[in-house]
C-alpha cells in the first residue's frame, strides 16, 4: 500500500511538472506571437495595466494615434530624456547596460539602463514590480526580438501609445488633452518636454502643474530635442 501511494505522489509531481514545463513555454511563446501580430500598422496593442484597469473596472483613457499624427518634438523628447541612443542600438544599449553592471559590482548606485524598446516590451507582455530582477532577464530577449521585428518609427508608435501619463491616462494623445486640451498634433516644443519628464514617476508629476524641479528638467529636454540631429534619424 505504502509503495502504491510513493508511485502515485512520483507520478502526480511528474505530472504536475510535466503541465508546469508546458504552461511556462506556451507563456514565452505568446510575447514571440503577440510581436509578429503588433508588427502590423492597423493593430493597436494595449499594455498590461491597460489590462489591469479593465479587469479591476477601473477603466482607463487612450486615444490610439498613428505617429503621423503625433507632432515630431514629442518622439525627440523621449528619446533625448530617456534613450539617447535609440536609433542606433538593437534593443538594448549594451554600453548603459554594461556601465550598471560595473557600478553594481563595484557597490555603487546603480542607474537605469531601460531603452525605450525594453519599456515597451515591458509595458506589453511584463510586469514592473515584484520581482524586477526576474524580469529584465526576460525583457532583455524580448526587446532584442522585438527591435529585429519591428521597425524604428512603429516601436515608439507603440510606446507613446501605451506609456501611462497618470491614473487611467495611456498614450500621448489623452494625455496631451487631458493636461494641456491640445491633440498630440498640435504639442509645442514646451509641452512635449513637460509630458517627457512626467513619464518616470506619473502618479507624482504632473505636466500641467509642474513644480521647479521639473521645469528645470523641462527645459534641459527642451534643448536636447531642438538640438537631436541624427539621434533622431531613424523616425524620419
Request: charged share 20%.
Amino acid at each position: 500500500m505504502a509503495a502504491r501511494a510513493r508511485r502515485w505522489n512520483r507520478t502526480g509531481v511528474k505530472g504536475w511538472l510535466r503541465r508546469g514545463i508546458v504552461a511556462v513555454v506556451v507563456l514565452a511563446f505568446v510575447p514571440v506571437v503577440l510581436t509578429l501580430v503588433y508588427a502590423l500598422p492597423f493593430v493597436h496593442p494595449v499594455s498590461t495595466l491597460m489590462l489591469r484597469d479593465l479587469a479591476t473596472f477601473s477603466g482607463y483613457d487612450r486615444r490610439w494615434v498613428s505617429i503621423e499624427d503625433v507632432a515630431p518634438v514629442m518622439a525627440y523628447s523621449v528619446i533625448m530624456s530617456e534613450d539617447g541612443q535609440f536609433c542606433f542600438h538593437h534593443g538594448v544599449d549594451l554600453a548603459e547596460l554594461k556601465g550598471v553592471v560595473d557600478d553594481a559590482l563595484q557597490g555603487e548606485a546603480t542607474r537605469g539602463a531601460s531603452t525605450v524598446t525594453m519599456q515597451t516590451v515591458k509595458n506589453l507582455f511584463l510586469w514592473s514590480r515584484p520581482l524586477a530582477t526576474v524580469r529584465k532577464v526576460v525583457e532583455l530577449p524580448l526587446a532584442v526580438y522585438f527591435d529585429a521585428i519591428l521597425s524604428k518609427r512603429r516601436i515608439m508608435e507603440i510606446y507613446l501609445n501605451i506609456a501611462e501619463w497618470g491614473p487611467g491616462i495611456y498614450g500621448v494623445e489623452a494625455a496631451a488633452q487631458a493636461n494641456f486640451g491640445v491633440s498630440a498634433s498640435q504639442l509645442t516644443r514646451r509641452q512635449a518636454a513637460l509630458l517627457t519628464v512626467a513619464l518616470p514617476n506619473p502618479m507624482t508629476r504632473s505636466p500641467a502643474r509642474p513644480g521647479r524641479g521639473l521645469k528645470r528638467l523641462a527645459n534641459l529636454i527642451e534643448r536636447r530635442a531642438a538640438r537631436s540631429g541624427a539621434y533622431v534619424g531613424c523616425l524620419n
